[in-house]
């Protein structure tokens, strides 16, 4: 499950080695500032920022440089004494550039930006909670402005606490304060009125991830090493014995809540399933000789994949596999066009596949939910049916190698990693622990190597049976 959204321009990988084609960087301070006036922060376009940006670190390194100091670095910091105090126009320059390269940060994001960076501050996460949960924001007019006093009457609660969750939102750009104890909608705020799917993300994150964050490093402790899907921070969180996906399926609202905020993030464009389709044959035909190819789409859901991939080659057929509440009904959901080659079939992956002879296994987003244990048992199981030359493919999040992406996009795949920890003690894996899986799986699997194609965010992950 994609908890954030980060950006690739692809690589590929054969045997493990990564070919990167992808990077960036990021720099994060901390600095106070404070406004003649708090009410009214500037209002700074781009270019404004920019311009500001850049004077003002000007006077920022021409100091360091007059001190004898190389310009600050991650590795080695400013090199300023701490306890000496800067003189105050190189203070208040050095405050002013924060301010700018901040506030552009978050103008560059945009409105859905500044939402999906809310799974890793936890107070503004806790604010979208309180908001979505007393429906502040539908109670500001779109356009206009309302009191704090007047939402405190509005929803009956304490003015108090409606002061201080906004002014929380406010601090983000969600919602401005044009003046004292006045609120109004910003594009951002905006967002949180009629936008199911944007509530459901926000709220899955903090009704079934979020408590398991904090609780994780005790399951460490629990149950040291595991690799069971129910000994984990959400077990200890949520007090259950089952697995997190069993333990959410008892509860309808949260279950429709979980599945909208699935279907949400896999909306990225990046994510599209014509990524895969335009970068891999399913047609095993001019590589074999056969009249049809038979495509095992294992956890396949609604058939969504299998249809696609039958509307693109007409001699292939698909068969559909998931649990028997799942797969129900999917022959209704076909179009009837590619109905005779996309069939279901009820099929628990973590037992035998049951489906001799294929030309290709596809696992498209499944393997990522499970821990390596479970993802070796998975794997496992398909080796009675395979025959020789069939594929294994698996469409995947592939962590490329230390100093590829730069340190943003490379600590929003870390985050989604610990997050499959905390949840399930599911992983995020880099090539060389794709490979192992396969390995470790049979010895008769060859692996054939991983390729992200341009723009993608999952990679294409190929394996060849050879016994």
Request: aromatic share 8%; proline share 7%.
């Amino acid at each position: 499950m994609a908890l954030r959204l980060l950006s690739s321009r692809g690589f590929t990988a054969r045997r493990g080695q990564l070919r990167p084609i992808c990077g960036g960087s990021y720099g994060s301070q901390l600095c106070l500032r404070t406004y003649s006036s708090p009410a009214h922060p500037p209002r700074n376009s781009v270019t404004e920022l920019l311009e500001k940006a850049q004077a003002a670190t000007k006077v920022y390194l021409d100091y360091v440089k007059s001190q004898g100091l190389p310009e600050p670095s991650y590795q080695h910091g400013e090199g300023l004494d701490p306890m000496r105090p800067l003189p105050r126009d190189v203070q208040i320059a050095k405050e002013d550039a924060i301010e700018a390269t901040y506030e552009l940060h978050h103008l560059l994001l945009g409105p859905m930006g500044l939402l999906f960076t809310a799974p890793g501050d936890q107070p503004l996460l806790m604010t979208l909670q309180y908001i979505y949960r007393y429906r502040l924001a539908a109670h500001v007019p779109l356009e206009g402005t309302v009191t704090f006093e007047e939402l405190s009457k509005i929803t009956q609660l304490n003015i108090k606490d409606v002061t201080r969750f906004l002014r929380v939102a406010i601090s983000r750009h969600i919602f401005n304060e044009p003046k004292k104890g006045v609120v109004e909608h910003t594009a951002t705020s905006k967002l949180l009125v009629d936008n199911p799917m944007i509530e459901a993300w926000l709220l899955n994150i903090a009704q079934e991830f979020w408590p398991a964050f904090a609780r994780t490093v005790d399951a460490t402790e629990k149950w040291p090493g595991s690799e069971e899907p129910n000994e984990t921070g959400y077990a200890l969180a949520h007090g259950t014995t089952s697995h997190p996906f069993d333990e959410i399926r008892k509860h309808p609202a949260r279950h429709e809540q979980f599945i909208t905020a699935m279907r949400f993030s896999h909306l990225h464009p990046d994510y599209h399933l014509t990524h895969l389709l335009n970068n891999y044959d399913f047609d095993r035909r001019r590589t074999k000789d056969t009249t049809t190819t038979t495509v095992v789409d294992i956890g396949g859901s609604n058939g969504e994949v299998s249809t696609a991939i039958a509307e693109r080659y007409p001699d292939v057929r698909c068969i559909v596999q998931d649990l028997p509440d799942t797969i129900a009904g999917l022959a209704a959901r076909v179009p009837a066009a590619v109905a005779e080659r996309v069939t279901g079939m009820a099929h628990d992956f973590l037992t035998p596949q049951p489906v001799f002879g294929a030309d290709v296994y596809l696992l498209r987003w499944i393997l990522h939910d499970w821990s390596d244990t479970y993802a070796v048992k998975i794997l496992r199981n398909l080796t009675p049916a395979l025959k020789p030359g069939a594929r294994v493919v698996v469409n995947d999040i592939c962590i490329p190698e230390p100093g590829v992406l730069g340190p943003k996009a490379n600590r929003d795949l870390r985050y989604m990693d610990i997050a499959m920890k905390s949840f399930n003690n599911a992983r995020e894996r880099d090539a060389e622990t794709w490979e192992a899986l396969f390995t470790e799986a049979h010895p008769q699997y060859r692996f054939l190597g991983v390729t992200v194609p341009v723009g993608a965010r999952m990679a294409i992950i190929e394996a060849e049976w050879v016994g």
